[in-house]
């Protein structure tokens, strides 16, 4: 089992596609769900955990069941600022995991904290990484002052394997010396 973070999949969302055409493919929206789908199932199995820091679906409340029940693994939500009452009843129907706004988890020693929306003087230390969304590709790329983009705007429209943002931790505690 792995375990995955993503953020920010805004499934049906048109006007994505125009905000961020470069990471969401220049194409239509069919198209750009489509690949997120693709891309999650490529590396996500169904045993794996995905924790999805919030902006699940957008659009009509089928769009959460269209697209939701085609994507594996056990799925956690942080919820983000689109993701309403009634989109989180939805996901709940698909057997997803709401979880609270932050949440916690340890992976080797080192505290993850996922919140969607990072406040700009939030940060991490060595020990506390922070992962969060919202931002889409107007965020850095990789761990910045202790801090991880998990969007899919940053990541390829594909969720991040949590090993991988830990490798990165331990490779700048070495560069620090820690």
């Given at each position: 089992?792995?375990?995955?973070?993503?953020?920010?999949?805004?499934?049906?969302?048109?006007?994505?596609?125009?905000?961020?055409?470069?990471?969401?493919?220049?194409?239509?929206?069919?198209?750009?769900?489509?690949?997120?789908?693709?891309?999650?199932?490529?590396?996500?199995?169904?045993?794996?955990?995905?924790?999805?820091?919030?902006?699940?679906?957008?659009?009509?409340?089928?769009?959460?069941?269209?697209?939701?029940?085609?994507?594996?693994?056990?799925?956690h939500?942080?919820?983000?600022?689109?993701d309403?009452?009634?989109?989180?009843?939805?996901?709940?129907?698909?057997?997803?995991?709401i979880?609270?706004?932050t949440?916690?988890?340890?992976?080797?020693?080192?505290?993850?904290i996922?919140?969607?929306?990072?406040?700009?003087?939030?940060?991490?230390?060595?020990?506390?990484?922070?992962?969060?969304?919202?931002?889409h590709?107007?965020?850095p790329?990789?761990?910045?002052?202790?801090?991880?983009?998990?969007?899919v705007?940053?990541?390829?429209?594909t969720?991040?394997?949590?090993?991988?943002?830990?490798?990165?931790?331990?490779?700048?505690?070495?560069?620090?010396?820690?």
């Amino acid at each position: 089992m792995s375990v995955f973070v993503t953020s920010d999949t805004h499934f049906n969302h048109v006007n994505i596609v125009k905000y961020c055409p470069e990471s969401r493919l220049g194409g239509t929206v069919e198209e750009m769900n489509e690949a997120i789908v693709k891309n999650w199932n490529s590396i996500v199995s169904p045993d794996d955990v995905v924790y999805h820091l919030g902006d699940c679906f957008m659009g009509q409340l089928e769009t959460v069941a269209e697209y939701g029940s085609r994507l594996n693994g056990e799925i956690h939500v942080i919820p983000g600022n689109h993701d309403t009452k009634q989109r989180i009843a939805e996901m709940e129907k698909l057997g997803w995991i709401i979880e609270s706004k932050t949440y916690g988890l340890e992976y080797n020693d080192t505290n993850f904290i996922m919140i969607h929306e990072r406040p700009e003087d939030m940060h991490g230390d060595s020990a506390n990484i922070v992962l969060y969304g919202h931002v889409h590709d107007a965020a850095p790329k990789g761990l910045v002052d202790w801090t991880y983009h998990v969007g899919v705007d940053t990541n390829d429209l594909t969720p991040v394997n949590i090993h991988d943002i830990w490798l990165d931790v331990q490779e700048k505690k070495i560069e620090l010396g820690e």
